[in-house]
């Protein structure tokens, strides 16, 4: 056990350094030892105490007991609502730290420009773009707007609840811009897909002696690996060097994540042999972002390596390595190396259950794909809009028809998730390969959201499949009207004909085909559905 000096030995400096050295290592138990030597020696009223200890419960995910340390303080100011305020808002806690902002202006007390930023981060966050407009007109009215950190936080808020032209009128007024500003503008920008304004505004602001460093040299580097550029992600890494700075493990990972997005995934393995040449160590993020290019190829071999590589670093138990290591197992064929991973899991996250289930929803293990969904629920795991697309595709593949309905139902009025197109397509190949094909038809009708080719795509197979010609009809023209230069719905037209036996019209079919060139696409998995 630690043995803290006596009251009279030791500053407040002193156990400062002791509390930062807990939070950084979570040492939970040795902190809250430290803690009732405080209360004991009357030290724990000191606001920078204070302030240290409820950085350190957060940093611990002690929400509770970081509130309790705050309302004991004696005599709050504005000084000390900041704290909590930041603190959460610096850990991910967002939704508190409003809650924490509404409560001190309750009380009376203004926001000032250092509490300001913290509540815009958390409003960005939160998609509030209506409070953080409010906390704008603050801003205004107490005349901050030149200060540079409140107005990157503004340009960060407006940026991140979709309002990117708000956000560079804010850059746009800004009396002093320093390089916080315009990485954070170019964050805006990449985020929205504005990745060539991203790279124009870099080159304005050099011109003005703002040096990139390698946060602004990252952020573009994953634009245009996300955007397919990869001729302007070759010059980013030379410039970037030109300039005096070496590519690091986020550049790396940045340029394979874009390849593996982009479905490039050879690409991905080379830049990954690349990296480790250029003497760069892989961290969970690249091992997590590298293994789906191993699920998209089914390539079990590069698969099986990797996972080897990520036990050799002591990275196997992240959850986002594990989750994309069960993923990479179960597109690979090998479901029970996925469900014996997932079951060794210490610790789970909402995609490792998606992953799960998805795995054996896929394989036909239907049942054990609704009871890990149950199981979910029962721990009151977050469900998301791709849990609901994995056990619907369970559903799917089992005929559950009124299991499947159920489902649809409690995401919207229980979870509030809206379906969105992949959960219309799950319910109408539901509902269409057990020959309801008028209620499906019916659910494609009251859509919200115009239905896309695998929502008419599920329907033409379905059609095909209980031989109704009239509605196969309808299901083509809307499937040829998405995808005019695909065979696939002529195809399927012409097989449903020759199977009622209507030759002329499968015949008229193929000659149209012929006629206007019409092309079998690879990647038309609705085809398949049939």
Not at 168 to 188: H, K, P, S, Y
Not at 255 to 271: C, E, R, T
Not at 453 to 467: D, E, I, N, Q, T
Not at 505 to 528: E, F
Request: hydrophobic share 40%; net charge neutral.
């Amino acid at each position: 056990m630690h043995c803290f000096p006596s009251f009279q030995s030791a500053s407040d400096g002193y156990y400062v350094n002791i509390i930062q050295n807990c939070a950084i290592n979570r040492a939970l138990e040795s902190g809250k030892r430290l803690h009732a030597h405080l209360i004991i020696n009357g030290l724990v009223r000191s606001t920078h105490i204070a302030s240290k200890l409820i950085d350190f419960y957060i940093k611990c995910r002690q929400i509770h007991h970081a509130r309790k340390v705050f309302d004991e303080i004696p005599q709050r100011t504005t000084h000390s609502w900041n704290v909590l305020v930041s603190a959460y808002a610096r850990h991910g806690f967002h939704q508190e730290a409003m809650g924490v902002f509404c409560e001190m202006r309750r009380e009376g007390l203004e926001p000032n420009k250092f509490v300001l930023p913290s509540v815009l981060k958390a409003c960005g966050h939160l998609s509030d773009r209506r409070t953080g407009e409010k906390l704008h007109a603050i801003v205004v009215k107490q005349e901050l707007q030149s200060d540079v950190f409140v107005s990157s936080a503004l340009i960060d808020m407006y940026s991140k609840c979709g309002r990117i032209e708000n956000a560079r009128r804010v850059f746009d007024l800004m009396v002093e811009i320093d390089l916080v500003a315009v990485n954070t503008m170019v964050a805006g920008c990449v985020q929205h897909g504005l990745v060539n304004e991203a790279l124009t505004l870099v080159e304005e602001t050099r011109s003005t002696g703002i040096t990139p460093d390698l946060v602004t040299w990252n952020t573009l580097i994953a634009g245009f690996s996300q955007a397919n550029d990869n001729s302007t992600v070759t010059k980013l890494f030379q410039l970037m060097q030109e300039g005096g700075i070496d590519p690091d493990v986020v550049s790396w990972t940045s340029i394979l994540s874009g390849f593996v997005q982009n479905l490039q995934n050879h690409k991905a393995f080379d830049s990954f042999k690349k990296m480790l040449a250029a003497g760069v160590h892989p961290t969970s993020a690249t091992i997590s972002s590298l293994l789906p290019a191993c699920a998209n190829l089914a390539d079990s071999i590069h698969g099986k390596e990797i996972h080897g590589y990520s036990v050799v670093t002591g990275v196997e138990k992240d959850v986002f390595v594990c989750s994309a290591l069960i993923d990479m197992y179960a597109k690979c064929g090998f479901i029970h190396e996925a469900k014996t991973l997932f079951n060794n899991m210490p610790e789970r996250n909402t995609i490792t259950w998606n992953s799960m289930i998805f795995g054996f929803a896929n394989h036909g293990y239907c049942n054990k794909a609704i009871t890990l969904f149950n199981q979910m629920v029962d721990e009151k795991v977050k469900l998301d809009h791709l849990t609901f697309t994995a056990v619907l595709t369970a559903c799917s593949q089992s005929g559950m028809v009124d299991f499947g309905k159920k489902i649809f139902l409690i995401m919207q009025e229980k979870f509030n998730i809206k379906p969105r197109l992949e959960h219309y397509a799950c319910m109408v190949h539901l509902l269409g390969q057990e020959g309801k094909l008028t209620e499906a038809r019916e659910l494609i009708q009251e859509m919200p959201i115009e239905p896309d080719l695998f929502v008419w795509g599920a329907f033409l197979g379905a059609c095909k499949l209980h031989g109704n010609v009239g509605l196969a009809q309808m299901a083509a023209k809307h499937v040829a009207k998405l995808e005019p230069e695909s065979a696939g719905s002529s195809l399927l037209l012409s097989s449903l004909y020759a199977d009622v036996g209507s030759w002329g019209y499968s015949a008229r079919v193929k000659h149209k085909m012929k006629k206007m060139k019409l092309k079998t696409l690879k990647g038309s998995s609705w085809i398949g559905s049939a």
